[in-house]
């Protein structure tokens, strides 16, 4: 795996903590060339990571990113789309900013960094995009509703935009997580709940974040359309398509009607 990613030249946003953190982190080590673009700078140096500032909401920002990169070596080899942000509570209690603050993350900064960086892979004529969905992405994910709007967007795009590309020599990749050690559920936009009571409602447990890396980084390797871990969310997955009703009625909604028992 080493060899794979030695010498790569790797955007990562999002990588200032968290599971982006990580791999960057991971790559380094490897001997790849890593551009955390991020708002915030992480709370300390990196070694062999270079910081690059960025709103993926904006497309012009992440445009001179990329340009940033190109004069320095020419090319891009992977690009990994990880910054998000999470967001906890029902529908009925998030109003149209926390949807759209989601949204213009989740979604609109994955199609910002796809575009710009599979107009660029057809030139070079190589490159892989990896963009980060989520176990939200693959089944009915109530309490967390604009997140799971976006990760479907997020899969979708990844999924069809895997299919044109391969024509042109241009590798995508959807990565669909459960849930991992992370900064995004206290960083969440939060309805009624807190940091506590949403770690408290997860019925899995919460992969650690090296682990997850090994996951992603395999994936990349051997070039996977969508990369799913742990075991109980591709379980999860399959049972919801098997019997959609069971779930729904003895999973999904005991956990909602749990949450509105437990509203702050």
């Not at 955390?36 to 990196?46: C, F, G, R």
């Not at 960025?54 to 004069?71: G, H, P, T």
């Not at 299919?163 to 992370?182: D, L, R, Y």
């Amino acid at each position: 795996m080493q060899k794979f990613f030695q010498d790569k030249v790797i955007l990562i946003t999002g990588a200032s903590s968290g599971i982006g953190r990580a791999l960057s982190e991971k790559l380094a080590q490897m001997g790849a060339i890593i551009y955390n673009a991020d708002l915030q700078k992480p709370s300390q140096n990196l070694p062999n990571i270079i910081f690059l500032p960025l709103d993926v909401r904006n497309f012009e920002q992440f445009q001179a990113v990329f340009q940033e990169i190109l004069q320095k070596h020419n090319r891009i080899d992977i690009l990994i789309n990880n910054a998000g942000i999470g967001v906890a509570g029902e529908a009925q209690d998030l109003d149209l900013s926390a949807w759209q603050k989601v949204i213009d993350t989740n979604l609109w900064g994955v199609i910002h960094g796809s575009k710009i960086a599979y107009d660029l892979m057809i030139k070079q004529g190589f490159g892989h995009i990896v963009n980060m969905a989520s176990m939200s992405a693959l089944i009915s994910f109530p309490l967390a509703i604009p997140y799971a709007t976006a990760k479907h967007g997020v899969l979708g795009l990844s999924k069809s935009l895997r299919v044109e590309g391969a024509g042109f020599g241009v590798k995508v990749t959807a990565i669909c997580p459960g849930f991992v050690e992370s900064a995004l559920y206290d960083n969440a936009i939060k309805s009624h709940t807190d940091t506590q009571k949403i770690k408290s409602t997860i019925p899995f447990p919460i992969l650690r974040t090296e682990k997850a890396v090994q996951y992603i980084l395999k994936g990349i390797v051997k070039n996977k359309g969508v990369v799913i871990f742990p075991f109980y969310t591709r379980l999860t997955m399959w049972l919801e398509r098997l019997f959609p009703n069971l779930v729904s009625k003895f999973v999904l909604q005991k956990a909602v009607k749990d949450f509105r028992k437990n509203k702050i």
